[in-house]
């Protein structure tokens, strides 16, 4: 069994030390590297490639935001998973525009740590529950235009097929490309396929893009 290797970047070794210690108890996962820089970390990344990097939003020598940025410019396959210990909406908003596939607050348990970990490495997409409701009201209330009901934004993506947003509708939802052939009873690559076509004809250049850019136009 292939391990889930993963990249830890934040600024304290206290914490850091403590990632790594509840990441290589189980047996799922390894950490191949840390980094208490933003600079660093970039480059950790982009040479080791992991499967899942940690990116702390508070890094003293750069945003958080811009390492995210970095990162999945120089690293297309690896996840990641944006740690902050405040739910500052901006924070959450850039982090995903960034490309993050999560955003978790620092106050997280060990067990949904390591259950975002997994997930997130299978393609999922997770944003804490503390912040998801501040995250959407702050976006419907700085872009109220973009507010659509589901019927208006199927008029406004009138390519989309039908299947394709019901696809859609679990990529929002935080569904991996397996939970979603399951929950649709269809198999792993036709789901792929589905969330692949989705991101061409929404015109956006991940999984996360479309799941932001579908909350912002109203879909959930």
């Known amino acids: 069994m292939n391990r889930i290797r993963v990249i830890l970047i934040d600024d304290h070794k206290l914490l ?11 047996n799922e996962i390894i950490v191949i590297g840390e980094s208490e820089t933003g600079k ?5 990344v982009i040479n080791q490639k992991p499967d899942v990097a940690i990116v702390d939003i508070g890094l003293l020598d750069m945003s958080g935001v811009k390492v995210i940025e970095k990162i999945r410019q120089g690293a297309l396959n690896t996840k990641v998973i944006a740690l902050s210990s405040h739910d500052d909406p901006k924070d959450v908003i850039g982090a995903l525009n960034a490309g993050a596939n999560a955003y978790v607050l620092k ?5 949904d740590l390591i259950f975002v970990i997994k997930n997130v490495a299978r ?4 944003i804490d529950a503390k912040v998801s409701e501040i995250f959407k009201n702050t976006i419907y209330k700085d872009s109220p235009q973009k507010k659509l009901s ?9 390519n989309l097929t039908e299947r394709e947003y019901e696809v859609l509708k679990l990529v929002v939802d935080g569904k991996s490309n397996q939970q979603i052939a399951d929950i649709l009873s269809i ?19 991940d999984r996360t893009q ?11």
């Open 16 to 26: 850091r030390n403590g990632l790594r210690g509840l990441l290589e108890k189980n």
């Open 40 to 44: 660093e970390g970039i480059s950790k």
């Open 107 to 111: 106050d997280i348990s060990d067990d």
């Open 123 to 126: 393609d999922a997409i997770f």
């Open 150 to 158: 589901r019927a208006s934004f199927k008029e406004q993506h009138a």
């Open 187 to 205: 198999s792993e690559h036709t789901s792929k396929a589905h969330v692949c076509s989705i991101i061409q004809k929404l015109v956006v250049d």
């Open 210 to 220: 479309a799941a932001v850019k579908a909350i912002k136009e109203g879909i959930i």
